[in-house]
């Protein structure tokens, strides 16, 4: 058995002993015990009491593993305690409660139609209750170094500042991979050996897989090696008994509304990057239909969920020359052979992909247009210079890591679209040509007319790229440019995006596109493009937000990022009083257009009202497909086991419970049945750790597909 394993099979024993003393299994509990609670034939309700009275805003959860895959459904109770799980598929359950506070309750079987109430179990000490807090107020408990420590008086070196070490210890390093805090990371595993130090049990640990080289190379690298000593005095401190010191808050209001549904997808030594269930522009498409997953470096093997009959089946992704290099090692993100032993999986090169396939987005007609490799690194001679390509004439590209494909579900037929320029995140845009969009291109803007694509099957003809320029001079008109950093007078300035623009926002009217850019380099802040003019603007974010990560737009032109300071960070241009172009339009000439919403969740010791919560990627609901309504933007909550959604200045936290441990990187959502209410609507995303072993299941977990709704009480079926 795992120490994870051990550690959540402790906490149980300690509820049976509590609740059962020599009881035998657990018994439905009587129908008029629960009178109030209404229910139908697919439904389980009923009532959760404590010593005090019912119990409100704890979690009542439903697992299955009659179904094709393991299958759980989550509600939140009442202010008198009272839960209904609905819409139930026919199968035997496990029921029990979760709550801060509690320790599990004693799981009942149930099977649909069943009124069941339950005995809520306090917990017996504070480390009890403390193992289900979510991970940010363990991560929290890590010291970070005093701002003395800072400018080359010390090991770490003279070129990090504070700011930069927060960032690296948020959504931009460690925790853009890993839900840092969880049980399995702030303990150390037994496999790994006996150390003298905790210190030297990260310094081993960090090693471990085939992201251990890149890790290495951030923390040892980069950062000095110190945060290996942090990272044990952390530890070190946990295992000792230190507990955190703030306590989560239960569900209030909206949040006890909130119904999740889980599937188990993949496989268990594969994760997953993200999922895709619609078209963000009409998400009617593909109602009911099944999940595409994207397992980046993990396989070529594309998981496909089909929730409506809870079956898992996979597509496996060609590339054009099947004898390429596997996509890991130089260019990439990880190496193909463990860097040191996995402490659960060993020397087992675990990750074999050569499609890379990070994300993917429908189109209106039902097709899933991928970021995928479809051949090796060195580009077409169309890219290069010398080409007679209107891109390449202005700026040719030698290389890229990653380029298109495109999936029909219907005809199973996979089309490889060869781009010139790298791909990360795909979106679609609001013309008539149905351009696509894409982030991870480096220092140009890239493109693919699926219309051309459709009428010619041409990727040379269909695609276009132009470097980032400055309206330097501010004649709005493209001229000849300068080389950044090197301003000439009269000209335009071309704009280095640093480590190149991440997430990707087509405006939804003026035909704009933005960019999270900055995120591992560089300045960090949002960079709009504008094709017609093919002129560029950037904005930085405020010093106090110290960086940003994903981000979205919304209707009305906004955009959001979540922020590396635990912000989620809107940015309106139409505040901005300066002019948007000439020499002094270059970065810091908005400040006014820039408004910081907090996250909920504590922050590290020292760094005033903050949140350490980490957000990976914010996603805007456009359509309301959650339930929050219109235009509410909603952040992944990688601290907190699922996702927050900011609406009407209140952010709302929307937490998977079980089995702890969830991490997403992206969210969408989809309108299944636009006249069905709650019921026809919701947000769909995957667990996206790149380790999902560490979850609370331990090893053999597989990825999650997660659906979250929004029903208008805690009761409604």
Known sequence: MTATRQLYAGVAAIAVALCLPGAPAPVLAQQSGAAAVQIDGNDIGGVVRGPNGPEAGVWVIAETTDLPTRYIKSVVTDDQGRYVIPDLPTANYQVWVRGYGLVDSPRMRATPGKTINHTAVPAPNEAA????????????????????????????????????????????????????????????????????????????????????????????????????????????????????????????????????????????????????????????????????????????????????????????????????????????????????????????????????????????????????????????????????????KVFPLDMSSRQVAVFDPKTQKYDFVDTCFGTHHPQFGYDADDTLWLSGTGQVAGWVNTKVWDETHDAQKAQGWAPFVLDSNGNDKLDEFAQPGKPEAGKDMRFNPGSGPYAVMPHPTDGSIWYTSGVFGGRPGFLRFDPKTKLSEFYAVPKEAIGLRGGDIGKDGVVYGSGSAGHLIAFDRRKCKAPLSGPNATGNHCPEGFTLHKYPGPGFEGTGNSSAEASYYTWVDHHNTVGLGENVPISTANLQDGFVGFKDGQMILMRVPYPMGFYAKGLDGRIDDPNAGWKGRGLWSASGDRTPWLNEFGKGARPLAVHIQVRPDPLAR
């Not at 690296?168 to 595993?189: E, F, K, W, Y």
């Not at 675990?350 to 060195?378: C, E, I, Y």
């Open 129 to 392: 209750a403390a193992h289900y807090y979510p991970a940010i107020y363990w991560y929290t408990m890590m010291k970070l170094p005093p701002e003395k420590d800072f400018g080359g008086s010390t090991d770490i070196p003279k070129n990090i500042t504070r700011d930069i070490w927060r960032q690296r210890m948020s959504n931009v390093d460690c925790v853009g991979c890993h839900q840092l805090g969880q049980a399995s990371t702030r303990t150390i595993p037994a496999q790994l050996g006996e150390f003298k130090s905790g210190e030297e049990a990260w310094i081993r640990r960090v090693a471990s897989g085939q992201w251990g080289e890149a890790m290495t190379n951030r923390l040892a690298g980069q950062l000095g090696g110190v945060p290996y000593k942090y990272f044990g005095d952390w530890t070190d401190r946990v295992a000792k008994g230190e507990l955190p010191k703030h306590k989560p808050p239960r569900p209030q209001g909206i949040e006890r509304n909130i119904v999740v549904t889980a599937w188990e997808w993949s496989t268990p030594d594969k994760y997953l990057h993200d999922l895709i269930s619609s078209d963000r522009r009409n998400p009617t498409v593909n109602a009911y239909g099944p999940l595409y997953g994207a397992p980046e470096y993990s396989t070529d093997n594309m998981p496909i969920l089909d929730p409506k009959t809870h079956t898992v089946s996979h597509f496996k992704m060609p590339v054009a020359d099947p004898n390429m290099p596997l996509s890991l090692g130089p260019g990439h993100a990880a190496t193909v052979k463990p860097t040191a032993p996995s402490p659960y999986w060993g020397d087992v090169q675990l990750w074999d992909t050569r499609a890379n396939q990070h994300n993917a987005m429908f189109d209106k007609k039902g097709r899933v247009w991928l970021a995928a490799s479809v051949r090796g690194r060195p580009n077409p001679a169309f890219c290069k210079k010398g080409s007679d390509h209107p891109s390449a």
